[in-house]
């Protein structure tokens, strides 16, 4: 009498982990690991809107030694202040705590004009800008 | 017949078995006391492991809205805050000047072509990606953000990389 064969019913994983693992390589390999993201800022010439009353404008000026000026425009106080240096770099501390007094005081504050100087680099730019919007602030920048 | 053909292959088992016993006396012995280890990976647990690996990559993958490829000559600036960037006209400064959508522009040209594109997609949202080297000075950019004044682009977006993923 013949013996009744065996069936085995295991699933072969080995191909199907081949599988995976080629999948999770090319996906790994073409996954983008530095994301690029943005800063949107707005034009400082033009585009100016024809309210009768004109809202408060910070004034942010960064000269070549990277220290930065802030003045109010358009606002009911004046106010003039000058934020030295830090080691070369923009002092983005002292900053941040000038705009937040700044916004805490003045009413309707939403805009900044940035004025970099021709030899401010690209970075120190940004890092001042990355500030004024963290404030909430609508950041525009001004030309040469 | 089929008697004497029934004896013949058993005498052929019986000598088979015996030129075995000869050839290897332990075999016989070994055979019986040799115990079955089982060495079976837990596989179930991998492809799990590899499953969920792959649908995040996947996930990843799809959720990417970028549009802008990182250059690789360009150390992008870093900020503490940025946010993700969409479709739109990339101006990139290269070693040899400024770029526009890859292909390079020269500064009397840029506020005709700047034009010309905004005109294009006037029914979306114009978009100006601005990529370039964070150590560059604002002069080298001045042009740049004149141009896009000239040609009546009210906003830019500068690409910049995220504190904590440093190029």
């Known amino acids: 009498m013949k013996k009744k064969k065996e069936i085995s019913f295991d699933l072969n994983l080995i191909p199907f982990i081949d599988m995976l693992s080629v999948c999770i390589f090319f996906l790994m390999l073409t996954a983008v690991w530095i994301q690029v993201g943005s800063l949107e800022i707005k034009q400082g010439l033009g585009g100016q809107t024809e309210d009768n009353k004109p809202t408060p404008t910070i004034l942010t000026y960064i000269n070549s030694q990277s220290d930065i000026e802030l003045s109010l425009k358009d606002a009911d106080a004046p106010h003039k202040a000058t934020i030295k240096a830090h080691n070369g770099k923009p002092n983005l501390k002292n900053l941040k705590l000038s705009v937040t007094q700044l916004v805490s005081k003045t009413q309707n504050l939403k805009t900044a004009l940035v004025m970099p100087d021709q030899k401010t680099s690209y970075q120190d730019m940004m890092s001042v800008m990355d500030v004024l919007r963290k404030s909430q602030i609508s950041v525009g920048i001004v030309p040469l | ?167």
């Open chain 2, 1 to 167: 017949m089929l008697h004497s053909h029934l004896l013949e292959q058993k005498n052929i088992e019986t000598m088979k078995s015996s030129i075995c016993d000869i050839g290897s006396p332990m075999m016989g012995a070994y055979h019986k006391e040799k115990k079955h280890l089982s060495f079976d990976l837990l596989l179930t647990s991998l492809v799990d492991a590899f499953a969920i690996l792959a649908i995040f990559l996947l996930a990843n993958t799809t959720s990417y809205q970028q549009e802008v490829e990182a250059d690789q000559n360009i150390q992008l600036p870093v900020v503490t805050s940025a946010a993700s960037i969409s479709e739109g006209t990339l101006i990139t400064r290269t070693a040899q000047g400024w770029a526009l959508d890859g292909k390079p522009v020269a500064m009397d040209e840029l506020v005709a072509k700047l034009k010309e594109l905004k005109e294009q997609g006037k029914e979306t949202e114009f978009n100006l990606i601005v990529q370039a080297d964070k150590n560059i000075s604002y002069e080298e950019l001045n042009p740049i953000i004149l141009a896009s004044a000239h040609a009546g682009i009210e906003s830019f977006k500068f690409a910049a990389v995220e504190e904590g993923e440093k190029k």
